[in-house]
């Protein structure tokens, strides 16, 4: 317990790193609090919250230029690229929503849905990400691991799930929710100081040898990721893969070939 509450002084190198909040709360309430409580604990720290209610970020039409044909392609005019700008500028990001009705907030579920390409051309391999998700009683864990699943998508390197709960309101839940605020920010600033990425997982595996082979074979369909993919092997970036993953991807790809001959 004391080295959670003395985690301040854990952090490995002396980085005061660039990090941007992108906040999925139609409210200032406490998703925006613990928020502010991070940038409270490391006032140093360059911490930019962007609250996406007082952004205009339009509802995805699901038109799919941006898979296809590339992200420049989207019909949409807002404020999209400034927010992945933020996203590129900083060293690293979190990923933070109310649960709403058992998952993040349809704001959220928005943004996660107008960067969707990059789930299939990820570039964010360099960059360390943490998910926060806060409730009343229930609901953090599928909220975080949907978000977890789609940055690892885009390539962050994702270093902690912050799961809080607000029942009672009370000073010690205060206390108690604040000891895991301040391991979360202690687990993201190191992975940034230190640059050790995370493994790939078998899904990011197997995504990548299955949009590699698919746009290998609908080249003038899937243009954008075919570009993207055309002069890569093995995996997205330089890491080294699990043996037994590459098998499974193996497996996949076949799975894929025998339905799209029969079925497609």
């Known amino acids: 317990m004391n080295q959670i509450l003395e985690s301040k002084m854990n952090v490995k190198g002396q980085r005061n790193p660039k990090i941007v909040a992108i906040c999925g709360s139609p409210r200032k309430g406490l998703t925006k609090k613990a928020l502010d409580q991070m940038r409270d604990l490391y006032p140093d720290i360059n911490l930019k919250i962007l609250m996406l209610k007082d952004l205009s970020l339009k509802p995805c039409l699901g038109c799919y230029s941006c898979v296809l044909k590339g992200e420049d392609r989207c019909p949409l005019k807002d404020d999209r690229k400034i927010i992945l700008q933020d996203m590129i500028d900083a060293d690293g990001v979190i990923f933070a929503s109310p649960v709403f009705v058992n998952t993040i907030t349809a704001m959220m579920k928005n943004f996660f849905e107008r960067l969707g390409y990059l789930a299939h051309r990820p570039v964010f391999f360099e960059k360390y990400a943490m998910v926060m998700s806060v409730c009343g009683g229930f609901g953090t864990e599928p909220a975080n691991k949907y978000m977890q699943d789609i940055a690892q998508s885009f390539g962050f390197n994702v270093v902690n799930s ?32 230190t640059q050790i990425k995370t493994k790939p997982t078998i899904t990011q595996v197997v995504m990548f040898n299955l949009f590699k082979y698919i746009s290998s074979v609908k080249k003038d369909y899937f243009s954008a990721d075919y570009e993207y993919y055309k002069s890569k092997s093995g995996f997205f970036d330089e890491r080294k893969i699990n043996f037994f993953y590459n098998w499974i991807a193996k497996q996949q790809i076949k799975k894929f070939k025998k339905d799209f001959v029969q079925n497609r």
């Open 162 to 193: 912050l799961e809080l709960k607000y029942s009672s309101r009370s000073e010690k839940e205060h206390n108690y929710n604040l000891q895991f605020i301040k391991k979360a920010m202690v687990d993201l600033l190191n992975g940034i100081n």
